[in-house]
């Protein structure tokens, strides 16, 4: 007789979204991000603010309105502020960064003024 356990079927692993990013450099340290994970778009003013304690400082201001920071310690380590960092340790914001600048798509600069930055957006 044979006897035989069935397994449930193996749950499918959740593939995470595959993301695309779009920068359009603006002026130095300032652009606009698109981040697509699937079909979701995130649209982000990104600005580099610099760091008193060492590393590069960045903001991304999402379009619709929440603002996150992203503190990069390495070419391959940065936090953000976000709740998905928190939880995770790590995000697309802090991804984001570290792949433009893995990219040489944001050099390091003297970043720009937040009078110099905020008549930018205005404009
Ligand atoms: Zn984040």
């Given at each position: 007789m044979l006897h035989a356990t069935l397994s449930p079927?193996?749950?499918?692993?959740?593939?995470p979204a595959s993301r695309r990013l779009t920068f359009i450099p603006i002026t130095r340290g300032v652009g606009r991000l698109i981040i697509a994970a699937g079909k979701v778009l995130a649209g982000y003013w990104l600005h580099e603010i610099g760091s008193d304690i060492g590393g590069r400082g960045f903001v991304l201001e999402k379009f619709a309105g929440e603002t996150y920071h992203v503190h990069v310690t390495g070419p391959a380590a940065a936090m953000c502020d976000c709740r998905g960092h928190e939880a995770h340790g790590h995000c697309k914001h802090a991804d984001a960064v570290l792949t433009l600048i893995r990219l040489g798509h944001l050099p390091p600069q003297r970043p720009m003024s937040p009078a110099g930055f905020a008549a930018l957006q205005a404009a």
């Open positions: 079927a193996p749950r499918k692993a959740r593939k």
